[in-house]
Structures are given as structure tokens and as C-alpha cells.
């Protein structure tokens, strides 16, 4: 059976890139290494190699330790897309002989920082209650893709206080939950050393902060419980997770609103900078009369809207008179052309409020005085 001594990179749409762990591990095994040899270079136990092996698709493994993909041209296996050509370029340059190389800059080094890999049984690992992402969304797409190619990055766990053998799940929430919908067993995990809620907090933000996905109302509390729990100051967290600290002044505003408000927020009805500009208001007009800023800000509905009984008065008029290139309040009609609306109907209003004052009494009562 022929041995694969050189990877083809599928021709697959662009992936994410593959954890730098499993792009090492992947890389070594198409150049040529045998499962053995990986473990030995990797430091990972044998039953974790076979795992890796066993979540991609087409890879087989021979008689003399070595994978193969059996429908593909000379049995070569080919890399998920998201394996560095750098850290291919690497693993075709390791010899065993010649101990670990060392890998380039993008890939982790094994031991430096604790961590280990391992299969883990899915029942062992649990989720954490206080995870920053508040939902998970729709992963009917991601468990499709799991049953299809398997899990390309790990998750990250950490050994669960007072249970041996049970894992608290730190990064991979969504995998872990599209893998239970996929009907897997087992699934590859990081397992790093315990940390403390401080440091956890962090891995999770680094990991997810600058997702589009996640929801800006979980990062901001995120960032709120690193503040306030943690006594974490804006600058530190800049620091720890690598965004600016301007853009952690920006999500922590959003701690200013009241629980509702934060709903609306959090469920796309509130845009953030609608919601923002909404906490700066009200900040500045309290600071010179109470000293202070309001503990929350609440959001109420703009009154001049398409609801508003005078609305379309107010956008004929609007549009009768050509303002079309004035700013439109509440996108019907410009602020004259509202007030015209409603002095119009005040007009209208204090004219039949005469009429009824000056009109004869032609009610019951009247008719029998007459008669009488």
C-alpha cells in the first residue's frame, strides 16, 4: 500500500484556520510521519493521534502506522484548507532523529504553556454556566458540517473541580453543541490547566470578542464583569484581549442602560449606536444638575413616526412643497412641515370645539320647553 509522503491541500472554498495544535499534528501525518512518530514529536498520547486522524475525511491508516486516503490519486491524503503552508513547509523539514523542531511563530509550542491534547468522551464535558455568549444561535448548518467533516478545531476544556475525569468546557460552546446535534461520541479537546475566572474570562473573550457573530451585549457584560467583579481596569482589558481601549469604553456605555433596554439591545430591535448616543444623552443632562451620571439610561420610542396620527398630513405636505432633501424627521417629513401639520390640526380643533360652544340646543330637554 502506498505511503503518503507529500499532502495535497484541498481545493475547498476558504476554511478557518485550523487550530495551530492540530495544524502541526495534521501536517506532520500527510508529510509522511507516522502516528507514532507525531505522538513522539508532539507529546500527544497515541489514543488522541488516532482521534485526529479519525475526524478526517478519507484518512485511513496502514499497517506500518502511516495515513492514506484510498480515492484519491497515490493514496495521498489531502489538508483541510486551513493548515499553514508554513507549518507544512515545517513538518516536511522535522526529523525524529533530530528531536522537535522548532515550529514557526504561528504555531504553539507543546509544554510551554500545559496544555494537552485528548479524545474525550462528549458526556464528560459540560458547559459553562457562565459562558459570555448568551445565545448560540442556529447551528443546524454547523452540525451538518460536523456530520460531513468531522470537528477541524478542538475545544478547549479545563479538569472540573470535585469531579474527576469531567471537564468544564472554556472555548466551543457552538462546536461542542453542533457535535452532541451530530450524533458524536467523542470529541478532541485542549485541556488546559485550571485557571481563574479572571483568566478563563479572557481566554473566552480573546476567542470571541472579535467574532461579528457574537452578540455586542455579551461582550459589554463580558467586559462589565472584568470591570467590576474583577477590578479590571479599560487599559488592562485593551491589554489582555487585544482590542483598543476606546473600543472597550464603547461596549462598557452599554452597561448604562436598564435591563429592557439591554433586551432590545441584545435582540438586534436597539441598534448599539442608536443605544450608545442614547447613554451619552443622558449623561450630559445629568452631569450639571445632579452632579452625577444616572445609574441606567432607559430607551423610549421616538413620538414623530409613521404612527403618529398626522403623519401622513405632515408627508404631503413635505412632499408638496419639494423638501425632499431636508432631513426627515422620523423618515416622513421634515420638522416645518410637521409643525405645519399640527398647527393645522390645532386650527381644526379650536374651529369645531367653536361651533359645538355656539350651536342650538336642540336636545330633548329643549323640545319640551317649547311645548310647555
Not at 28 to 53: F, I, K, M
Not at 88 to 113: F, I, N
Not at 116 to 142: F, K, Q, S
Not at 323 to 351: F, K, Y
Request: net charge neutral; hydrophobic share 35%; with cysteine.
Amino acid at each position: 500500500m502506498t505511503t503518503a509522503t507529500s499532502p495535497r491541500t484541498a481545493a475547498a472554498a476558504p476554511a478557518a484556520a485550523v487550530h495551530p495544535e492540530l495544524a502541526k499534528a495534521l501536517a506532520l501525518l500527510a508529510t509522511g510521519h507516522t502516528l507514532a512518530e507525531t505522538g513522539q514529536l508532539l507529546d500527544w498520547p497515541a489514543g488522541a493521534v488516532r482521534a485526529l486522524v479519525a475526524h478526517q475525511k478519507g484518512w485511513l491508516i496502514n499497517e506500518n502506522g502511516h495515513v492514506y486516503d484510498p480515492g484519491q490519486p497515490d493514496h495521498r491524503v489531502r489538508l483541510p484548507a486551513g493548515v499553514p503552508a508554513e507549518v507544512v513547509r515545517w513538518a516536511r523539514q522535522t526529523d525524529l532523529s533530530e528531536g522537535d523542531s522548532p515550529a514557526p511563530e504561528q504555531v504553539a509550542a507543546k509544554g510551554r504553556s500545559g496544555l494537552r491534547v485528548a479524545c474525550l468522551p462528549v458526556d464528560r464535558i459540560h458547559t459553562d454556566p457562565h459562558n459570555i455568549r448568551g445565545e448560540l444561535g442556529d447551528i443546524a448548518e454547523l452540525s451538518d458540517s460536523i456530520r460531513e467533516h468531522g470537528v477541524l478545531q478542538p475545544v478547549t476544556v479545563q479538569a472540573l473541580s470535585g469531579q474527576p475525569g469531567h471537564y468544564k468546557l472554556i472555548m466551543g460552546e457552538r462546536r461542542y453543541t453542533g457535535a452532541l446535534e451530530a450524533g458524536e461520541r467523542e470529541l478532541l479537546a485542549i485541556i488546559s490547566p485550571t485557571l481563574s475566572e479572571a483568566a478563563t474570562l479572557e481566554r473566552m473573550l480573546v476567542e470571541n470578542c472579535q467574532r461579528a457573530e457574537l452578540n455586542p451585549m455579551d461582550k459589554a457584560e463580558a467586559f462589565g464583569k472584568l470591570r467590576d467583579v474583577h477590578h479590571y481596569s479599560p487599559a488592562l482589558i485593551a491589554q489582555r484581549t487585544g482590542l483598543s481601549a476606546s473600543t472597550i469604553s464603547y461596549f462598557l456605555c452599554l452597561l448604562d442602560l436598564d435591563a429592557k433596554t439591554r433586551e432590545r439591545v441584545r435582540s438586534g430591535n436597539l441598534p448599539v449606536k442608536e443605544a450608545i448616543a442614547l447613554v451619552r444623552r443622558f449623561r450630559a443632562s445629568q452631569r450639571p444638575s445632579s452632579g452625577g451620571r444616572p445609574r441606567q439610561a432607559s430607551w423610549e420610542p421616538d413620538h414623530f413616526t409613521s404612527r403618529h396620527p398626522l403623519a401622513k398630513q405632515a408627508q404631503q405636505l413635505c412632499q408638496g412643497q419639494e423638501h425632499g432633501s431636508r432631513r426627515q424627521v422620523g423618515q416622513m417629513a421634515c420638522g416645518q412641515c410637521w409643525e405645519q401639520a399640527i398647527r393645522a390640526d390645532e386650527r381644526h380643533a379650536i374651529a369645531a370645539s367653536a361651533e359645538t360652544a355656539t350651536a342650538p340646543d336642540t336636545g330633548p330637554g329643549h323640545s319640551a320647553g317649547q311645548a310647555a
